[in-house]
């Protein structure tokens, strides 16, 4: 039940709404009953010849007014509370995308796009209509319920109305099971659609890879299995639900029965008169809706349960990475970083992929971290962002504590080029803005000039307004690349890191970004995660990776004086650009 209580926190702030959508309902019911009665007042008065032209009229006037409140109150009903229900839809989603904002990456690497999107869009549906047409047919139901039983009651006969209720007794019991067999159920339905979701959105993303490699047949075929799956678990709720309409049925059937056997006895006797009799059944009849009703707000219900549940399961997720009591009042920062003594692993199941770094960068200095792949350079450029946490102590900036260091702070005053270069769909004047307050094209177009891409730009047809489509598939790679500095170099963040960004680029133009980052750069720290020793030779200190250890550390002069692994990377390289240049 503890998982209810977040969807009540939405539902306090409508309740006057919630309180005035019900009361207009019990008044709309209330009055339907009436109808009926000034039809029947009109038909007696005519038939008895007691009513003339203007008591018709009068009678019909009564019934067009009361037509129009009902019309006017079934607006409101409706206004109020589906209004409502839409409304704490769309705040629960703003506030499950403001909470998976704050999550921090582990918590993206364990979980899928898809299932995530699910949550988004059949799980806040299913909420929606536990909220809203639910609330509608419960309230209906059990209001029409007590008016059709006390009529039963006052009108014809208090045991009659008792027994014929009996199998409807059932109706409560079976009603409880159906509705934990059903969330059951719906909690399978919703897991079948998250894995098609997610599987739709692999297969697009992958779309190239899957042509590439022509695997569309398999591709299809992983497809419609989650497809059939979907529909399996989709008609395991329709087979229920079809299950229990008949059921319904035979349970009138056997209150009509105990009303004819019964109700036919007491009439025989005298105890009621043929006309209440035939108006118990109509009554019994009355009943068919509100149980069908019942049933389906069960069903809304349940799923709109399965569902809270999982919402609140994600809402439950905490931050790894949050502020604590240490943090302090810190709002920019000058560059200077250390690693002392670093040891870091992904989780306690995963072998150390950083062990016992101890570098230190000065405010101004450039760091270029070497090593092969696998060797921790990016975790690296990671825990200097915070994406995860380093053990307490071993990073420090300016001095202070990396936990100590308002999250803000830290993100805002370094700038980063991923690895994985990701461009939004949207132009480049706004990628490149991206991380930036002031989005003015001068400032843009000089951050293009200095990542050397603003040229390319420029032969566009649409220039700074091109459009690049998700992940930036109309880029070349190096276009990408590109594009994905000048983001970075816009921010004119006192830390900049490159991870691995020049790898697309020819040598020529990595040339030219290299010279425009040292004069742009001047006093600003840098860190240049590379492959090729030609992009960081000139750092002020070299540090290469050898499975998370520090191999070597030192300038370009040093590190070529041991002839170590630094040394042998570069005769490598410079062999292979002599053979090139044959
Ligand atoms: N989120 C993660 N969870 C668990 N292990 C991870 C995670 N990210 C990276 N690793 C592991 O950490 C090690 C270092 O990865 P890292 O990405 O830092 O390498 P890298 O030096 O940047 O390699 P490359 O040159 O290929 O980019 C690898 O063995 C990798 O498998
Ligand atoms: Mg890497």
């Not at 008591?55 to 607006?75: H, S, Y």
């Not at 035939?278 to 009554?283: K, L, T």
């Not at 499975?547 to 070597?552: F, I, K, Q």
Request: hydrophobic fraction near 45%.
């Amino acid at each position: 039940m503890k998982d209810i209580n977040i969807i009540f926190k939405y539902i306090k702030k409508y309740k006057w709404k919630y309180i005035a959508g019900i009361l207009i309902l019990f008044i709309v019911d209330f009055l339907n009953l009436y109808i009926p009665q000034f039809t029947g007042e009109i038909t007696d008065g005519l038939e008895s010849g007691t009513m003339d032209r203007n008591g018709v009229m009068l009678g019909i006037a009564k019934i067009v007014i009361v037509g129009l409140i009902l019309a006017l109150g079934r607006f409101g009903w409706r206004y109020y509370i589906f209004g409502s229900s839409r409304a704490i839809e769309c705040k629960l989603r703003n506030d499950l995308f403001a909470h998976l904002e704050t999550l921090s990456m582990s918590y993206f690497n364990k979980n899928k796009t898809g299932d995530l999107m699910a949550h988004f869009t059949n799980d806040l549906n299913a909420i929606r209509m536990a909220t809203g047409p639910a609330v509608i047919t419960s309230f209906d139901a059990g209001i029409m319920t007590i008016m059709v039983l006390t009529k039963m009651i006052l009108y014809v006969d208090l045991r009659l109305t008792l027994l014929a209720v009996i199998p409807l007794i059932f109706l409560g019991v079976g009603g409880v099971y159906y509705g934990m067999a059903i969330e059951k159920r719906f909690d399978e339905k919703q897991q079948a659609f998250s894995e098609l979701t997610d599987q739709v959105q692999e297969s697009i993303s992958g779309m190239r890879v899957i042509k590439a490699f022509v695997q569309e047949h398999k591709e299809l075929k992983a497809f419609a299995k989650a497809n059939q799956k979907n529909k399996d678990r989709n008609l395991k709720v329709v087979k229920l639900q079809a299950f229990i309409m008949p059921l319904l049925d035979i349970l009138i059937g056997f209150s009509s029965v105990i009303t004819l056997i019964y109700g036919g006895y007491l009439t025989i006797t005298g105890e009621i008169t043929i006309g209440r009799f035939i108006a118990f059944n109509q009554y019994i009849n009355m009943l068919v809706w509100p149980m069908i009703a019942t049933g389906d707000s069960i069903t809304f219900f349940s799923q709109g349960f399965a569902s809270i549940k999982r919402v609140q399961n994600i809402f439950n997720e905490k931050p790894e990475i949050y502020e604590d009591e240490t943090v302090r009042n810190i709002d920019h920062l000058e560059g200077k970083i250390q690693f002392t003594d670093l040891n870091f692993r992904f989780t306690s199941e995963t072998p150390e992929v950083l062990k016992h770094i101890t570098v230190e960068v000065k405010q101004g200095n450039t760091l270029a971290i070497l090593g092969r792949t696998g060797s921790g350079k990016t975790t690296i450029a990671n825990l200097l962002l915070r994406m995860y946490n380093a053990p307490r102590g071993t990073i420090r900036l300016d001095g202070y504590d990396i936990r100590e260091i308002p999250l803000k702070t830290l993100r805002e005053n370094i700038a980063y080029v991923p690895q994985d270069n990701f461009l939004f769909s949207d132009t480049l004047q706004n990628n490149i803005a991206f991380g930036s307050d002031h989005k003015e094209i001068e400032l843009v177009q000089k951050a293009a000039k200095e990542a050397n891409i603003h040229d390319n730009i420029m032969n566009f047809p649409l220039q700074y307004a091109t459009l690049v489509g998700e992940r930036g598939v109309t880029l070349s790679g190096g276009q990408k690349q590109r594009s994905s500095i000048a983001r970075a170099l816009m921010k004119n963040a006192p830390i900049l890191i490159l991870d691995d960004a020049l790898s697309a680029v020819d040598t020529d133009t990595e040339e030219q970004i290299l010279a425009n980052l040292k004069e742009n750069r001047n006093g600003k720290t840098t860190i240049i995660i590379a492959h090729r020793i030609s992009t960081i030779q000139n750092a002020d200190h070299i540090l290469v990776l050898d499975s998370g250890e520090m191999a070597e550390y030192g300038t370009h002069e040093e590190l070529m004086a041991k002839h170590g692994i630094y040394a042998d990377m570069y005769e490598k390289q410079q062999l292979e650009q002599q053979l090139e240049a044959v």
